[in-house]
């Protein structure tokens, strides 16, 4: 199935919870500009899009990825979700995506680099700090912002940090951004755990070791979770009595994945999946649990750190399992959050301390966790996404309200 025609399927079960109009359906689900065109860099000739999903709140934001399997279909969806991520999270954002169809790995920087400013060549005169905000997503990083940003200035003219987050420190960029996806989950599951009150040594399994599955697992190791298995793209490691997180990734840094770490038993990501664990962090890719795998799922509790890693189907299996999904636009907005500051900052010209911006972070992921396991508890029969997904398409709806372009 499409991710596209999953995210459709959820509204449809949403709308009558809401008692939404069809053409307020309409416009949650309809994105304000698709843009597509083909890089070429050397003798490679690429796919990359931009789309920006709605601005009735304020301009696009969203990052953007390099995957071989980048499709519009993906874009599409994941601007969707920033839509409501950056709705739910209080902060003044529509929703925006994009992504170049390629393998970046093995990639030296000279080739990233072209690759980089060829989009921002093909793309910039959409792009700015008032119109559409760009930041790192899958296989991006501060260097390829700081790339991206130094060729929009030169296409512009004139200097604008805002235009993009994430982006080197030299740069303007906000030193709380490198974890804070990870950080924001991290506050959502101790929140999680405390409603749910879970007070011995949870036990978690950590799909996905990339910047936000390895630094979620050392903040959780370090809070005294016992953290039994871990994966990447190659495999995973698994340890009944619990990792050493340091050692797995200084593991995965020397030798490339975490597989070659001496101590753990080799696992498969669907092993992982399937394990038996208080929390199950999904920090990989969409489409993880499908309905293929969902009724093997034994975890208590799943985070999502990924966009997506859940699918329409799956959602009502493990829901009848009782197992309750944090979703993603609530489990991995500390990104789009900190993005946030870092573009005020930008905007403003002045630096935050960053014990005032944690706890900012903090006030805001708590305030959203709090909002929507209150709608999730007075509501009975709905789970914690569609409590999510209620409240941030009510916010939408009430900007485009204010518009006028909804009666």
């Not at 760009?134 to 296409?155: N, Q």
């Not at 995965?252 to 399937?274: C, F, T, W």
């Not at 329409?312 to 500390?334: F, Q, T, Y």
Request: hydrophobic share 40%; net charge neutral.
């Amino acid at each position: 199935m499409a991710i596209f025609d999953s995210i459709k399927k959820r509204i449809e079960l949403i709308q009558p919870l809401m008692g939404l109009s069809d053409a307020e359906v309409k416009t949650i689900l309809k994105p304000v500009a698709i843009r597509k065109t083909t890089l070429k860099v050397g003798s490679e000739n690429m796919s990359a899009w931009r789309v920006i999903h709605n601005e009735a709140i304020g301009p696009g934001k969203g990052g953007i990825r390099y995957h071989q399997n980048v499709s519009e279909d993906e874009v599409r969806s994941l601007a969707f979700w920033m839509a409501l991520k950056n709705s739910l999270a209080g902060i003044p954002y529509g929703g925006a995506k994009g992504g170049i169809k390629f393998n970046p790995k093995g990639k030296d920087d000279k080739f990233l680099e072209k690759v980089s400013r060829a989009y921002i060549d093909a793309f910039y005169k959409y792009l700015g700090q008032d119109k559409d905000i760009p930041a790192p997503d899958v296989y991006t990083s501060p260097k390829i912002m700081g790339w991206m940003l130094d060729e929009f200035e030169r296409k512009v003219g004139h200097h604008e940090p805002g235009m993009i987050t994430g982006k080197p420190i030299a740069l303007g960029g906000c030193e709380l951004r490198g974890d804070a996806t990870a950080h924001g989950a991290f506050i959502i599951i101790k929140e999680l755990l405390h409603h749910v009150q879970i007070s011995k040594r949870p036990t978690v399994a950590v799909q996905g070791f990339g910047n936000a599955g390895a630094n979620l697992a050392k903040m959780l190791h370090k809070e005294g979770f016992k953290v039994l298995a871990v994966s990447d793209s190659k495999g995973g490691i698994y340890d009944p009595d619990g990792l050493d997180v340091q050692g797995v990734e200084e593991a995965k840094a020397n030798a490339g994945s975490v597989i070659n770490y001496s101590k753990g038993k080799v696992i498969s990501n669907d092993d992982l999946l399937e394990m038996d664990v208080e929390v199950l962090a999904l920090a990989a890719l969409e489409n993880q649990i499908t309905k293929k795998n969902a009724a093997k799922i034994r975890a208590k509790y799943i985070v999502e750190l990924a966009n997506g890693p859940v699918d329409e189907e799956a959602d009502e299996i493990l829901h009848s399992k009782k197992i309750m999904v944090v979703p993603d636009i609530l489990a991995n907005s500390g990104g789009v959050v900190v993005s946030y500051f870092e573009w005020a900052q930008n905007r403003a010209g002045n630096i935050l301390d960053m014990e005032y911006l944690e706890k900012k972070l903090f006030d805001i992921m708590e305030s959203a966790w709090h909002r929507v396991y209150e709608l999730y508890m007075e509501k009975k029969n709905i789970d914690l996404r569609m409590a999510a997904y209620i409240i941030a398409i009510k916010r939408i709806l009430d900007a485009e309200k204010a518009r006028g372009n909804l009666k």
